[in-house]
């Protein structure tokens, strides 16, 4: 202003210093207004921020939660949000079985079938084939009276053509029925470790007259009409497949997390604890229950605005609010969320963002190149801004803050995940709390912490190399470093449908000594 003083006072010609005077004031005012427009921009980051706050004492209450409502879920039938649901599976494999079994994964982005030869004594287990193919949409959501046929029908298809394609190897097999292990990841309720009915589907999927029917049963009879000569023998979710291999490897392994499309957790039990099934006689004393800890909740969770619509506008609100905040089907949006927002409140993301507008439109994969793009003017960033939501030059200020809300959804996201797997650890008395003493192990004259293993598998976890580091260093941050070192998270990679191969060999007729 202070040059525009003496343009004025020198006063040549008067009309054009008054121009200019009104250009230099809109060019001011632009100034002034941008940085407010800025300034609210960086309020909805920081109101963001900290609603997603995770401090340590924030993740421990989480913990307590946790194993709160683990008990609960244990004590009675709709006792929590936690389903804590049976799974009769009470022996895991411990490296002796041998032999050619076959799985199938069905429940997350792909279909696979596979087939694992097991040469006893923990022997690395080969796997001579896997086949993955994604599900056809119709048979995801079908409507029609035979929907079901049809989505069996498929798996069956798939199996057959896969068996018909082994090579020689198979030949000691003819005569011999096949042995299944069925990885099918929505909830059941099951009576045996071969059987189990649908409650509900999740993950999009839902089709016509199938909740409350026998899966087991389902595929069994496809198979039958195809005369397949194999049967289910195991009937699992892929937490519990990720265990059993986890087991098979490793004797100390006695919990399983699945961070990919969705999130769950299965563990091993002690059947005195499971109250709501008094009575259950098991041999080994113990059984694997299945948290469906995706449906977790606490008040304790940071939630904000932009997760309580994104579950609000979702067709099963008020459900899955732990995997809502966790898991690779929902990161995306959370982040979707925010930038919309700040689209709204000012025009940093330019004025066309209708794409903004499209739910799911960013995939968990695209923060996770977002947030991981090291090139010093953010390229693959903006790459993804103009690519995916077709909003052109953003200014490298814009792109850091969009690096920003990734890292904020992702890191809260981790360290939640973090804070359930110390919940079940909490709940097994394998958190150095010492509140129970099953976790310890006399050694000499002072308790040593035992080995414990967390068997864990899904893209988030492998892939998303920053959400692993988030996570693991919330574990250290929660029980310290010396406990921590005492725990250990072993990736199973295709965990869910390997391990329900060896668990289809565990359970197998010909009989092995198990756990
Ligand atoms: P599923 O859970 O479907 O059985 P995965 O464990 O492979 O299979 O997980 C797939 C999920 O992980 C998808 O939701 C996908 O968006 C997410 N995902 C895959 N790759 C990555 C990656 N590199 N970074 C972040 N998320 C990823
Ligand atoms: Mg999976």
Known sequence: MGSMGKVLGVGLVVGCAVAMCVVAGTMVGKRVKSRRRWTKVVKVLEEFEEGCATPVEKLRQVVDAMAVEMHAGLASEGGSKLKMLLTFVQNLPNGSEKGVYYGLDLGGTNFRVLRVQLGGQRSAILEPGVERQPIPEHL???????????????????LQKFVEKEGNGSVALEGKLRE??????????????????????????????????????????????RGLDMRVAVLINDTVGTLALGHYHDEDTVAAVIIGTGTNACYLERSDDIIKCQGLLTTSGAMVVNMEWGNFWSSHLPRTSYDIELDSESPNPNDQGFEKMISGMYLGDIVRRVILKMSQESDVFGLSFSKLLTPFILRSPLIAAMHEDDSPDLREVARILGEILEIGDVPLKVRKLVVKVCDVVTRRAARLAAAGIVGILKKMGRDGSGSTASGKVKGGSHTKMRRTVVAIEGALYTSYTLFREYLNDAIADILGED?????????????????????????????????
């Open 483 to 515: 406990i921590s070192s005492h725990v250990v998270l072993k990736v199973m990679e295709d965990g869910s449908g390997m391990g329900a191969a060896v668990l289809a060999a565990a359970y197998s007729s010909s009989g092995q000594d198990t756990l």
């Open 140 to 158: 995801m959501t079908s409507t029609s009276e035979v929907a079901k046929f049809e989505l069996f029908d498929f798996i069956a298809a798939s």
């Open 180 to 225: 299944l292990g069925f990885t099918f990841s929505f909830p059941m309720k099951q009576a045996s470790v071969s059987s189990g009915i649908l409650i509900k589907w999740t993950k999009g999927f839902s089709i016509h007259d199938t909740v409350g029917k026998d899966v087991s049963e389902c595929l069994n009879q496809a198979l039958e009409r």
